[in-house]
């Protein structure tokens, strides 16, 4: 079936480097895509959102890419902190009822200072 | 606002025992969801509602029932638990889906299945 995946599961970084975290879709239809990070213990925090009509995003530090042609959304995350360690989950949003998402496996970022 | 709260934190159950994870939103949002994540995997929905008296089943929903009597509260019960239960559960909440609409969390129940 149709779902979103990850082509990372680690990413470790160094303390002032900038992070890409990289994710693929499969369903054309989804019109709405979001990135979560999940830190230890904890759920999912919402970080950027990006709709079907737009190709980039950006919030503070952050910012999401979309590319429709091939299917691939990332986050980079600009000057990444020891406090940016965490699990980041892409997920698209394919219901027509309801705000159903479907999420991808995850990366894991580390952050080395 | 506490958002989104659950409990228990965490419980063992031995199987078939039944339990209610219960989730409560003060948010007055009127979407509520319920997810599982297994570990190194990312979340499934398991059911949904978008209003009181109105649920619908997710990805996941075969083990689970949930009602909706109010706005606040959405519990998932586990009539006969398995082995195979054993996971995080994430409650979440949003206002609505037609502005697409970020979805609030819980802290998660961890449950195991012994």
């Known amino acids: 079936g149709e779902s979103v995946g990850l082509h990372l599961p680690t990413l470790s970084v160094q303390e002032g480097d900038n992070s890409i975290i990289n994710c693929a879709y499969s369903?054309?239809?989804?019109?709405?895509f979001i990135w979560y990070k999940q830190e230890s213990g904890k759920g999912p925090q919402f970080i950027i959102d990006i709709r079907s009509n737009m190709d980039k995003r950006q919030g503070q530090r952050v910012t999401v890419l979309l590319n429709k042609t091939v299917k691939h959304l990332s986050l980079q995350i600009a000057a990444t902190q020891p406090g940016d360690s965490a699990v980041y989950f892409c997920a698209e949003n394919m219901g027509e009822y309801g705000n159903k998402l479907v999420f991808g496996a995850g990366t894991i970022l580390r952050v080395k200072s | 606002n506490a958002g989104v709260t659950q409990t228990p934190k965490f419980r063992i159950l031995k199987i078939g025992q039944s339990m209610t994870l219960q989730c409560t939103q003060d948010?007055?949002?009127?979407?509520m969801y319920w997810y599982r994540q297994d570990p190194g995997m990312g979340l499934k929905l398991i059911y949904y509602?978008?209003?009181?008296?109105?649920?619908d089943k997710g990805e996941v929903p075969n083990g689970y029932n949930v009602s909706r009597s109010t706005t606040e509260d959405f519990p998932l019960r586990l009539e006969l638990a398995a082995p195979s239960q054993t996971s995080v559960y994430f409650c979440a909440s949003s206002y609505s889906r037609g502005a697409l609409e970020t979805q609030y969390f819980g802290p998660g129940t961890r449950l195991l299945v012994l």
């Open positions: 948010m007055n949002h009127n979407y």
């Open positions: 369903n054309s239809a989804s019109d709405y």
């Open positions: 509602s978008v209003g009181a008296g109105i649920t």
